[in-house]
Structure formats: C-alpha cells, structure tokens
C-alpha cells in the first residue's frame, strides 16, 4: 500500500511557475514508476508526465514538453512537477499515482487526492 498527498496547486499568472510536490508513504517508494495526471472539469484524466524507477526514464505530454520536468527523490520518497511557461489550459487538478509494470505498461494502482492549478490569463 502507497498512499500519496500533493501539494503546490494554487493560483498563478500565465507565464508563472509552481512546483508540485507529492509525498509517499512507506518503505517501497522506489520501487514504483510514477506519474502526474490532470482532469479539467467535465473532461478524462490523462496523464502530464512519468517517470521510471530509476528515475533514468522520463515522458511528457506533447502539451507540457518544454515546460514541465518530472524528478523524483527516493531520499524524501516524493517525486516533483516543476512546471514553468504556465498556460491558462494547464489549467486543472494534478494528481499523481504510482505503479508497476514493465516497459511502457505502467498499471497505476495508487492516486493521490489532488491539488488545483489555476493559471490566470
């Protein structure tokens, strides 16, 4: 069992940064690949951002690469979305889960709450 708490969201002006933060639970926080997803009101969860194990392997959304960087702390058992060159249409709840797999096929069975992002025009 993971259980994951983010935090960071909040309100920015286009252009701004923030940093997103989720912290794990337990001992086996490096074991997971990890991912940040976000849904807009009235539409699908789809993800931002992933990162492997290691940490040695990242992937980005077409929309985000560029602007957002996905890193990982085992140390602090939290991973990270930095996100910089904000957009009023980065604008949603991030979530981010943890899973298990192989290669490219990441199940994630772990979410976290959520935290809002607002970006102002």
């Known amino acids: 069992q993971v259980q994951l708490v983010e935090s960071g969201g909040g309100l920015v002006q286009a252009g701004g940064s923030l940093r997103l933060s989720c912290a794990a639970s337990?001992?086996?926080?490096?074991?997971?690949?990890m991912g940040w997803f976000r849904q807009e009101p009235g539409k699908q969860r789809v993800v931002v951002a992933t990162i492997n194990r290691s940490g040695g392997s990242t992937a980005y959304a077409a929309s985000v690469k560029g602007r957002f960087t996905i890193f990982r702390d085992d140390a602090k058992n939290t991973v990270y979305l930095e996100m910089n060159s904000l957009k009023p249409e980065d604008t949603a709840v991030y979530y981010c889960?943890?899973?298990?797999?192989?290669?490219?096929?990441?199940?994630?069975?772990?979410w976290g709450q959520g935290t809002q992002v607002t970006v102002s025009s």
């Open positions: 889960a943890a899973g298990s797999g192989t290669g490219s096929i990441i199940r994630y069975d772990y």
């Open positions: 337990g001992r086996t926080f490096s074991s997971y690949s």
